[in-house]
């Protein structure tokens, strides 16, 4: 048996507790479309995280390979020196958006594809292999970004579905059959209150027949 709300066995608490149940099932109705909505949005966006991070691991794979022959080709010297020479990137932009009513990150950045005379070394002076393999790690910086603002949007995605996921269950296995209980148990109080005012009332309508028979 659910455990009772401490309350007194009146009509007016049955009547609170009543209003109570009713906005309780109606949070719970709402609280539990929220879930549902965020698990949708949640496995809608853990599909793109998880295409981004496989295209990021093949283009991971193919900058190094190309930063490998570009090494071979240039040499180690020629090649940091070219990589000290770039000029730095473009800064990012960290905002935040609204989905279903959790706060997630928003990144806004331009693409970090440049041209050779936009990177800042001699390009003139280094292997073409130099530029590919700049090109390819401007393609996993791009995809990069928009990884870090996904995954962390399904962070808080998650964690805000358990939250919900709490709050829900609560509602339906704590806080609402307590009240239903409780709702029961007044019943059964004031029935039983009924019930001996009635047989009281009888008792006391004996009582007066009988003195005036007896007068």
């Known amino acids: ?13 049955l009547l609170n507790l009543k209003r109570r149940i009713s906005l309780a099932k109606k949070g719970h109705k709402l609280l539990k479309d929220k879930q549902d909505a965020l ?14 991070r496989r295209e990021l691991n093949e283009k991971m794979a193919i900058a190094f390979e190309t930063l490998t022959r570009a090494q071979v080709e240039a040499g180690t010297l020629p090649l940091r ?18 989905v279903m009513g959790v706060s997630v990150p928003l990144i ?23 530029d590919i393999a700049a090109e390819k790690f401007e393609e996993v910086l791009d995809l990069a970004v928009r990884l870090a603002e996904v995954e962390e949007t399904l962070k808080r995605l998650a964690k805000e579905i358990e939250v919900t996921k709490r709050r829900v269950n609560a509602l339906e296995y704590i806080i609402i059959p307590r009240m239903e209980a409780t709702v029961k148990f007044i019943k059964q109080r004031l029935d039983e209150m009924e ?21």
Do not use: C, W
Request: no cysteine.
């Open 1 to 13: 048996m659910a455990e009772l709300l401490n309350v007194k066995p009146t009509r007016m608490e």
């Open 39 to 52: 698990v949708m949005e949640f496995f809608t966006i853990y599909d793109e995280a998880l295409q981004l």
């Open 81 to 98: 020196e070219a990589a000290l020479a770039v000029k730095p990137n473009k800064e990012i932009e960290m905002k935040k958006r609204n």
């Open 108 to 130: 806004e950045a331009e693409s970090f594809k440049r041209n050779a005379s936009e990177r800042g070394y001699a390009f003139v002076s280094t292997s073409p292999f130099v």
């Open 195 to 215: 019930r001996e005012n009635f047989f009281r009332l009888k008792r006391v309508k004996a009582l007066i027949e009988a003195r005036a028979q007896a007068e």
